[in-house]
């Protein structure tokens, strides 16, 4: 008797899964590191008008190296790169988030549809790899250049040739689940599809939905830094791969390695920032991996 | 100086993007083995040759070798090496003598002559005659070949007088005729072009004849063209070309191009250099550079078709939007020269209306003309060619002007075949482009005012206007054209029919282990025209 109270007392004072992972996130330093640098570039894109002004216009120094008035030095047109930099990481981070919430939403929907009705799986499973079959970059350039150069249409490429990944991650996760026996208590009891998908599917596949977001968002930020540089970025707005762009057009790239190291570094710590990121979470998430830690 | 580049170079060459160029640089050719060619034939030098080889960077392969056809610029670049034309042009845009030697027109307008070389030959030994030049004439005529049958609408017919005459028939006077066609068509042999069933259909891919100083004798698909002196050019100061050969090397672009000449790969860039590029290299001990004056010009034209900008005081707030001199400064780097808003542009000194003046940047000018004309909240769009590097630079600079003016611009860089496309359909508010050869005012200027323009994007419909260009295109001389043309100038200028903006001064470079370049205007001519290249030696 005593022996079951003790076990129960034991039970109630298991922390949380999400706590646990925490913990066991917090333990490991390069994941911290690299969740502080996103945090600081999501802070950087959202305070980017205290930070610096606007670059428009141009400037008296054209091209000039890092220096205490221009951080980064100037381009072409004598405007502050450190301004661009930041106002870049707006649009960088917009396009990221923009077109990896699309992406996530179309390919969850996709793959936990295919996982949990089986009538649907064959038909979305083709389409899925159809979809992954296709070269990826040509179809991007091809659409972005048809339908002009605009924010939204960058958002809308990145995310229509992004889903499929996260779907075919999704459903492998997903498919699993759908043979536990407490979904098929759920259905036993009548529940109808949409409790069971809301209450008992997405949860057991939030997981793998958190680590596709930000893996998504970083491929999506290179997406854009892609198109820009070949020109198919949104002319109104900074952005890393319009940087970079102005850069080899305005043929300063072999000259002025400032045009294009700073925003070639900032790609570089978002993207690394996000790896480690999901990395570190995954990790701190998997039982497995976590276990030597938390004993 | 050479300390602090070698550390940009390497700086450089750490970034991830350069190591992408170094990568597709990996894939031009080794230096070019004479002896290993096997289809190489060397029509050249009997005296074993020791001029030396002049490698020329370029940034498109030959898409066209039929000069009749072909009309890209390396296309060109390449074929006017072996296909002569009868005129060229001096530094003050006016058309001087290169095969032909004398023209003229008859007094009625109605006939015109030409009096050519008697000391040319073909390559392999056929003399070339005015028989070749009523050949080409004819079948530009019978095919509508290239730009050329466009500018020869007045033509009827043509005979061989002699070897070395040719008389044209005209259907009406046309003083810009013998001008169009001495420069712009390349005379081809009938002996070889004559033997294809039809002269549009005829690739002239192998076995070329040159009457040029160089012919081509070995073409590698986007890596190299490689021209071989021929013995005799009569144009050259010594009887023949001074070099043994000419290549043309194919590179990514310009980034790369500028590499390879620092490196020695290659001697000269073909293309012209972008401002920021040229201010670099002009620092350079080890390079030269030429700076050559565009034919044409820089502008934007308003879309007449559409409300507003129907009303000429719309447009004009629009032009006294924009700060030209910051533009020309900044973004051009001080390569360009003001064309006082004129389309007679101050590098064809026979033409240039001395009395033009520029649009002045006044942003509360143009507040005022909007006032005026009643437009509130003016919200336009700008479309240009994204890859163009000094328009998509000043686009920029011109949207942020406007906005102080109260207009807001929308920036819409195209890409290059959905840009050609709008502007066809004349579809777009405003339109950012530049012209690259205007050189006959009296008949190109139709093309751009007349009605039904091949490239009036503008829109521009106004009698007077046709007037003036009916007068201008039948005066037979200079002096009698530039009353009408600069009555007309003036016209466009008032009613902004085209914002001229300014005139490029293009900058190309070359090593300086050569000598005797003769740059000529234009991007085309540049320093690769046939009379540059034929005169081009090693410095001592």
């Given at each position: 008797m005593s022996g079951l109270s003790e076990e129960l007392t034991a039970v109630a004072a298991e922390p949380t899964p999400a706590s646990r992972t925490w913990r066991a996130f917090r333990h490991n330093p390069l994941g911290l590191v690299a969740a502080g640098l996103l945090v600081l570039l999501l802070l950087v894109a959202v305070a980017a008008p205290l930070i610096a002004d606007y670059p428009r216009g141009y400037g008296d120094?054209?091209?000039?190296?890092?220096?205490?008035?221009?951080w980064f030095g100037t381009d072409h047109l004598g405007r502050d790169i450190f301004a661009q930099v930041v106002w870049g990481t707006r649009t960088s981070m917009a396009v990221g988030l923009g077109a990896s919430a699309l992406a996530i939403v179309l390919g969850v929907a996709v793959g936990v549809g295919g996982a949990y009705f089986k009538r649907l799986d064959g038909l979305l499973g083709l389409f899925v790899d159809v979809m992954l079959s296709l070269p990826v970059l040509p179809l991007m350039i091809l659409v972005a250049a048809l339908a002009g150069p605009s924010v939204t249409t960058l958002v809308l490429v990145i995310a229509v040739f992004s889903w499929p990944e996260v779907a075919r991650v999704v459903r492998s996760q997903a498919l699993p689940i759908v043979t536990l026996s407490y979904v098929d208590a759920a259905h036993v009891m009548g529940a109808p599809n949409r409790w069971v998908l809301l209450r008992h599917v997405l949860p057991a596949v939030s997981p793998v939905i958190a680590v596709s977001v930000v893996v998504t968002a970083s491929r999506a930020v290179l997406s854009e830094a892609g198109l820009a540089f070949l020109?198919?970025?949104?002319?109104?707005s900074w952005s890393w791969g319009t940087i970079l762009y102005n850069a080899q057009r305005s043929g300063a790239l072999s000259s002025s390695w400032w045009t294009a190291f700073f925003p070639s570094l900032a790609v570089l710590l978002l993207v690394v920032a996000a790896t480690l990121v999901a990395l570190a979470y995954n990790d701190a998430r998997n039982p497995r991996t976590r276990q030597d830690r938390s004993r | 100086m050479s300390t602090t580049r070698g550390l940009r170079r390497r700086v450089a060459l750490g970034a991830a993007v350069a190591l992408t160029l170094a990568g597709l640089a990996a894939c031009v050719p080794s230096?070019?083995?004479?002896?290993?060619?096997?289809e190489s034939e060397d029509p050249g030098r009997s005296d074993g040759g020791s001029g030396g080889e002049l490698a020329i960077g370029t940034t498109?392969?030959?898409?066209?070798?039929?000069p009749l056809v072909g009309n890209s610029r390396t296309d060109s670049w390449v074929t006017n090496l072996m296909y002569p034309a009868m005129m060229t042009i001096d530094d003050d845009g006016t058309k001087v003598p290169a095969l032909a030697t004398e023209w003229g027109y008859g007094e009625d307008g109605l006939s015109a002559w030409i009096e050519i070389r008697d000391d040319m030959e073909w390559s392999d030994g056929e003399p070339l005659t005015a028989e070749d030049v009523v050949f080409t004439i004819d079948a530009v005529k019978a095919?509508?070949?290239?730009?050329v049958a466009g500018m020869i609408s007045a033509y009827e017919s043509a005979t061989a007088?002699?070897?070395t005459r040719i008389e044209f028939t005209l259907s009406r006077p046309d003083g810009a005729f013998l001008n169009s066609i001495g420069f712009w068509m390349p005379i081809v042999p009938e002996h070889v072009f004559g033997q294809a069933p039809s002269v549009a259909d005829f690739?002239?891919?192998?076995d070329w004849v040159s009457a040029g100083p160089f012919v081509l004798t070995r073409v590698e698909r986007g890596q190299r063209y490689v021209l071989e002196a021929v013995d005799?050019?009569?144009?050259?100061e010594d009887g023949?070309?001074?070099?043994d050969r000419v290549v043309f090397r194919v590179y990514p672009d310009v980034n790369t191009e500028v590499l390879a000449l620092r490196s020695g790969e290659?001697?000269?860039?073909g293309n012209a250099l972008p401002p920021s590029v040229a201010r670099d290299i002009?620092?350079?001990?080890e390079l030269q550079t030429f700076s050559v004056p565009s034919l044409g010009w820089a502008h934007m034209q308003y879309n007449m078709r559409r409300s507003p900008l129907d009303r000429v005081e719309v447009r004009r707030a629009l032009a006294h939007a924009v700060d030209y001199e910051a533009i020309r400064e900044v973004v051009l780097g001080g390569n360009a020269v003001s064309a006082?808003?004129?389309?007679?542009?101050?590098?064809f000194k026979q033409w240039v209306d001395e009395t033009a003046e520029e649009y002045e940047y006044d942003p509360e000018l143009s507040r005022e003309l909007l006032a005026q004309a009643g437009v509130e909240n003016l919200e336009l769009e700008m479309i240009y060619d994204a890859g163009d590097p000094n328009i998509s630079s000043w686009a920029e600079l011109v949207r942020d002007q406007a906005a102080e003016a109260g207009i807001t611009i929308t920036l819409a860089g195209l890409e290059r075949n959905t840009y050609l496309a709008r502007t066809n359909e004349r579809d777009f508010d405003i339109y950012a482009g530049s012209w690259a050869?205007?050189?006959?005012p009296q008949s190109n200027f139709s093309l751009l005012f007349?009605?039904?323009?091949?490239?009036n994007y503008a829109g521009v419909n106004d009698p007077e206007i046709d007037r003036l260009l009916a007068e201008a295109s039948s005066a037979l001389t200079v002096e009698d054209a530039r009353g009408p043309l600069h009555e007309l100038a003036r016209i466009v200028t008032e009613q902004v029919y085209d914002n001229v903006m300014y005139v490029e001064q293009f900058t190309f470079a070359a090593s300086n282990e050569w000598t005797g370049f003769q740059p000529k205007p234009s991007e085309l001519l540049s320093v690769v025209n046939p009379q540059s290249l034929a005169s081009v030696r090693a410095a001592d």
């Open positions: 120094d054209v091209l000039a190296g890092p220096s205490a008035a221009h020109g198919l970025g949104d002319p109104s | 230096e070019p083995d004479g002896a290993s060619g096997g498109a392969d030959v898409v066209n070798f039929n095919e509508q070949l290239g730009t007088a002699s070897d690739a002239n891919d192998s005799t050019y009569p144009l050259a023949r070309a001074a070099l290659i001697d000269l860039i002009e620092g350079d001990e006082n808003s004129s389309v007679l542009t101050p590098t050869i205007i050189d006959e007349a009605p039904e323009g091949f490239i």
